[in-house]
């Protein structure tokens, strides 16, 4: 009775700590550098929700000079910008020339007015 009422313990114990781990988080933004600036550019702390346990690199559909990094250790999606000259490429899941990036991924983005 005693062995089964711990491992009964135990068990829930093991449980709750995995269901706290995994609790969906509240993410909060962080702007380090948009990059060139985008005017109507919009920024989401809610970009990284889905990549709690992982961590994750993703672009921004809205700036494609900037992308988000999110790091799952606090919960903060940080904006990162790209240097001059270069813009996200999600295929390298890096800042490449324009040349290099399939203009397809950022569908609504009027590149003719960002030389």
């Not at 089964?4 to 969906?24: E, K």
């Not at 993410?27 to 992982?54: M, N, P, Q």
Request: aromatic share 16%; proline share 6%.
């Amino acid at each position: 009775m005693k062995k089964n009422m711990l491992s009964l313990l135990l068990f829930i114990c093991v449980t709750a700590s995995s269901l706290a781990q995994y609790t969906p988080q509240e993410w909060f933004l962080r702007i380090h550098d948009t990059g060139r600036f985008v005017s109507g550019a919009i920024y989401f702390a809610s970009a990284c929700r889905g990549y709690e346990k992982d961590g994750a690199i993703l672009k921004n559909s809205t700036n494609p000079f900037s992308f988000y990094f999110c790091d799952n250790s606090d919960f903060t999606t940080n904006v990162m910008g790209c240097p001059n000259g270069l813009a996200f490429n999600p295929s390298i899941l890096g800042c490449d020339y324009r040349s290099n990036i399939d203009l397809s991924e950022y569908p609504n983005f009027p590149w003719e007015e960002y030389p």
